[in-house]
């Protein structure tokens, strides 16, 4: 809880962070080289201390100057600030330049494990990309990234994280004035779909091979130097992308701006603005105040997935082959994979969370629909209907209040035993006693997720009295989402009438 004062100073004491920035090595025309702009009051509101200690960082000095350090106001040694180029389809419609508008990557560090990360600050002022932004972020959208890129990670989700938080001490001007913020996230890296199209609209194959070659040795190391490794490239991101997909549904995530420019090439979960949990299970569900016509859906994603890879598939398809037509043929093979990777990855998903094992039987395919059909009937909470199930699970003999529990989250609590007696007689002919299989299916349906009305509560302390206690609890629990926390049984609860979140904003 240190104030620094509102100065750029560079010091000279050994770096608590040893960068070694790979990305400003790239040419001139990959990014703006930027000083994130100073800000008065920092106060650092959260430092995720197991975070740095895993990235090899000094946790004790960026605990102790964290202020100064996460708001931007003193840059580190080795740090190289850089705004990165970007373009992106937004909701269908290709803008050549974004870029980053309100964040500037302060480099990179190599983990003890040899894995590279960045460090990135959003919300630390304007660069050459913000077009008419102010390049600053809001207490509540950093808080909301915070919490739920943590509860991913703890959920087994490839994502970004959350290194820090500060609170700036200065207003932000959106529909009402609010208190100013600043994230530090920590990436694979921030390279997207939306990377490569930038390059792509400018007809700039060079620059599109230099990018692709980056990130194959960052990324997909195995694909370095091979023979047509471009569409190899293709497929490999499909493959991530296609699991992170099937991953997200299996937790109910709804990202809510699947635009290009929002999507990794290194597979994992990033930029959390209008994203929310499902609670009753329907398909059609969006939360995202600006989505209107559902194209960001819950059940869409898979879709838009595969939208955006051939999109990506099209900035490779000069170095794919050197005939035009040849090189469409072979993005569009890669692109049509990439629904048979999602189908394979769903399958695996939907399996383990209804404790079926390897083993399978025809009938499986029509056991998993008639399931997420009832629920969907039911108005069934998705998260709470799989782990009683899970419950349910542990008894073969059919334990009547683990079977009622589950009943009784369906509208007709009757409705259950037909499916219930089907799922017993399957899983019988599985290999894996009661015990285990629950125990598997525990460790797959978590008991928490961020559900949308704990989280807004949590940013409405925060924002509106300065509390963060709540904002503190939430992320307590949801680091443990496959632990029944029996103290912490009001966050696993759907909410209540009334209490239904029905909109989420885009933190911008
Ligand atoms: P997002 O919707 O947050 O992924 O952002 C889309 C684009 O808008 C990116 O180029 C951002 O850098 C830019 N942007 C979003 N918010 C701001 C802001 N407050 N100031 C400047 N640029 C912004
Ligand atoms: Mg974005």
Redesign the pocket.
């Known amino acids: 809880m240190t104030e620094a004062a509102p100065t750029l100073t560079k010091r000279s004491d050994p770096a608590p962070i040893a960068f070694d920035n790979s990305y400003a090595r790239l040419p001139a025309n990959f990014f703006t080289r930027i000083e994130p702009t100073p800000v008065t009051a920092p106060r650092l509101i959260k430092f995720n201390r197991p975070l740095a200690v895993e990235m090899g960082l000094d946790a004790d000095a960026l605990e102790r100057d964290g202020a100064a350090i996460f708001s931007g106001n003193r840059l580190l040694p080795g740090s190289e600030p850089i705004a990165m180029a ?1 373009a ?1 389809h ?1 909701f269908g419609q290709f ?1 050549p330049q ?6 500037i990557l302060l480099g990179e560090v190599v983990r003890p494990d040899g894995e590279r990360r960045d460090i990135q600050l959003k ?1 630390s002022g ?2 050459p ?9 809001a207490l509540g959208p950093v808080l909301r990234e915070y919490i739920v890129s943590e509860a991913m990670h703890a959920l087994g989700i490839p994502t970004t994280r959350a290194l820090a938080a500060v609170t700036t001490g200065q207003p ?1 001007y959106r529909e009402t004035i609010l208190p100013g913020a600043i994230f530090t996230r920590v990436a694979a890296s921030h390279i997207r779909v939306g990377t490569f199209q930038y390059f792509a609209a400018r007809g700039d194959t060079d620059s599109i091979r230099v990018l692709a070659d980056h990130v194959i040795g960052r990324h997909y190391p195995e694909l370095a130097g091979t023979d047509g490794r471009h569409l190899k490239l293709v497929d490999a991101v499909a493959e991530r992308q296609a699991r992170l997909i099937a991953r997200w549904l299996g937790v109910g995530f709804i990202h809510g ?1 699947m ?1 290009t ?2 999507m990794a090439v290194s597979g994992e979960t990033i ?1 959390f ?1 209008p994203c929310a949990f499902m609670d009753v299970y329907d398909p059609r569900t969006v939360f995202s105040s600006i989505d209107q016509m559902g194209r960001y859906a819950y059940g869409n994603q898979p879709l838009i997935g595969q939208w955006n890879i051939a999109r990506f598939a099209e900035t490779l398809l000069p170095l794919i082959h050197e005939t035009p037509d040849e090189a469409v043929d072979l993005a569009n093979d890669a692109v049509t994979r990439f629904m048979e990777r999602f189908q394979e990855h769903w399958k695996t998903v939907i399996r383990a969370k209804l404790g079926l094992s390897e083993h399978e039987e025809d009938e499986d395919t029509d056991l998993i629909r008639a399931f997420l059909a009832l629920l969907h009937a039911q108005k069934a909470d998705f998260t709470l209907a799989f782990r009683r199930l899970s419950d349910a699970a542990a008894d073969e003999g059919a334990d009547e209040g683990a079977d009622a529990a589950f009943a009784a989250l369906l509208d007709d609590p009757l409705a259950a035993a037909p499916w219930l007696i089907r799922w017993r007689a399957r899983a019988l002919r599985d290999n894996r006693s009661p015990g285990e299989r629950a125990a598997a299916m525990r460790s797959v349906n978590p008991a928490f997720i961020p559900r949308n009305h704990k989280v807004e509560e949590a940013l409405a302390a925060a924002t509106e009295d300065g509390d963060f206690s709540l904002f503190e609890a939430l992320n307590g629990v949801l680091s443990r989402p496959y632990e029944d926390q029996p103290a912490f049984a009001a966050y696993a609860t759907p909410p209540k009438p009334g209490e239904e979140v029905l909109q989420t904003f ?3």
């Not at 974004?98 to 964040?103: F, I, Q, S, V």
């Not at 990309?129 to 972020?137: F, I």
């Open positions: 970007y992106g937004q803008v974004l870029g980053d508008g309100r964040a919300g304007q660069t990309w913000s077009r008419r932004g102010d390049g600053r972020a932000v701006v635009n420019d929002n930029d603005g885009c933190g911008t």
